[in-house]
T-cell receptor, first 114, second 112 residues
Framework: DVKVTQSSRYLVKRTGEKVFLECVQD?????MFWYRQDPGLGLRLIYF???????EKGDIPEGYSVSREKKERFSLILESASTNQTSMYLC?????????????FGPGTRLTVT | RKEVEQDPGPFNVPEGATVAFNCTYS??????FFWYRQDCRKEPKLLMS???SGNEDGRFTAQLNRASQYISLLIRDSKLSDSATYLC?????????????FGKGTSLLVTP
């Protein structure tokens, strides 16, 4: 069974803080993704990575960066948190070998920036 | 770049009813299609893939119309436990990775 875990379910940070959100998957998937989900806006892709040390911008990369030093771990970094980054953050992974594109999601991190 | 459109609903239906959701996508080169289900305050989970010939899984039937670029989901004999948000999902053609485009979701509430 695929398992994607995220470091925190709930997080409260102050404006200007540097925030790290961690995601780990245990299925040796090549691809990993970070989304944010907001009411009325749905899931929006922030960044994704198709290999270690590789990354590609999604729809809304501004204000975020990512790091993938190991295959199983994909980190999302908010360089200087702002209140408009209050959101639900979801990590996902998938495997190119099956060619099914199905993505497996972590439970999400609800981040509040005050 | 919102390329997947869904009626947000909510759809309020009584138990036992049949309900259908539609979704349109703009990228004619898309090759993979899915319906995901998301319960309140939970992560999305795959409900079913959508194949060209249409496919059925119990009470759920998915259909794809490539010519009109729309996908449908039919739920028969609705159960209370079907209450959730249903996300229409289409792959993004990219040289790298297997990113997906998610619709904003259609909310379903099944009532007793």
């Amino acid at each position: 069974d695929v398992k994607v875990t995220q470091s925190s379910r709930y997080l409260v940070k102050r404006t200007g803080e540097k925030v790290f959100l961690e995601c780990v998957q245990d299925m040796d998937h090549e691809n990993m993704f970070w989304y944010r989900q907001d009411p009325g806006l749905g899931l929006r892709l922030i960044y994704f990575s198709y290999d270690v040390k590789m990354k590609e911008k999604g729809d809304i990369p501004e204000g975020y960066s990512v790091s993938r030093e190991k295959k199983e771990r994909f980190s999302l970094i908010l360089e200087s948190a702002s209140t408009n980054q209050t959101s639900m953050y979801l990590c996902a992974s998938n495997d190119i070998a099956g060619v099914s594109y199905e993505q497996y999601f972590g439970p999400g991190t609800r981040l509040t920036v005050t | 770049r919102k390329e997947v459109e869904q009626d947000p609903g909510p759809f309020n239906v009584p138990e036992g009813a049949t309900v259908a959701f539609n979704c349109t996508y703009s990228n004619s080169a898309s090759q993979s299609f899915f319906w995901y289900r998301q319960d309140c305050r939970k992560e999305p989970k795959l409900l079913m893939s959508v194949y060209s010939s249409g496919n059925e899984d119990g009470r759920f039937t998915a259909q794809l119309n490539r010519a009109s670029q729309y996908i449908s989901l039919l739920i028969r004999d609705s159960k209370l436990s079907d209450s959730a948000t249903y996300l229409c999902v289409v792959n993004i053609n990219s040289n790298s990775g297997y990113a997906l485009n998610f619709g904003k979701g259609t909310s379903l509430l099944v009532t007793p």
